[in-house]
């Protein structure tokens, strides 16, 4: 069917338009190659399972662009143990949306790990037997560390790899999965 026949909804014309701003903005930290197929609404529910913290928000807006009072409250509840507040890559929290909704979409999603400055991450390396890298994605805001309650930890690495987006590493013995907003890589 030749495109210009083909009946355009709000939404197809919202996702279009997002798509092509954010292929404009290649190169802007946080907002290139985020997927044609993001879902518009960008709605999460979050559990950070080291401060007990829980929040539901839309960090999109209907027009498709991001709500700044939304991106804060996401740094926060992504920040490091430590307390330090860093700023999230906005195409790894737009992975956890799509994660999500290739779930089923409305799942409290628990975090284990967002953001970690570099003085936690040293101490963590310092801690374990080579299972924190000394370059780690979390100093850079583009990795968070997930479970989802209900959801087989094989299934949440499944859902991950399929949309082959970002990073994607699998951690039964603990009980998460690492997403990444890096280059498509599994381990």
């Known amino acids: 069917m030749p495109l210009f026949n083909r009946k355009f909804s709000r939404r197809l014309f919202l996702k279009a338009s997002l798509a092509a701003s954010l292929m404009l903005l290649d190169g802007v930290p946080g907002f290139a190659s985020i997927p044609p197929e993001t879902d518009i609404d960008g709605q999460l529910s979050l559990f950070n399972t080291h401060s007990r913290e829980r929040v539901s928000l839309i960090f999109r807006k209907p ?12 740094n926060w509840v992504l920040r490091c143990h430590s307390g330090e507040v860093g700023e999230m890559d906005m195409r790894v929290i737009e992975y956890l949306s799509l994660v999500d909704k290739q779930l089923g979409g409305n799942n409290e999603i628990h975090i284990i790990s967002g953001f970690r400055s570099p003085n936690y991450n040293a101490m963590l390396r310092n801690r374990s037997r080579g299972g924190v890298a000394s370059k780690s994605l979390h100093m ?44 498509f890589r599994t381990w």
């Open 63 to 74: 027009s498709g662009e991001y709500d700044p009072e939304a991106i804060k409250e996401l």
């Open 140 to 183: 850079k805001g583009k990795a968070i560390d997930i479970a989802i309650p209900g959801v087989d930890l094989h299934m949440l690495r499944t859902a991950a790899l399929d949309l082959r987006y970002g990073g994607v590493g699998y951690y039964p013995g603990p009980g998460f999965v690492h997403i990444d907003s890096g280059t």
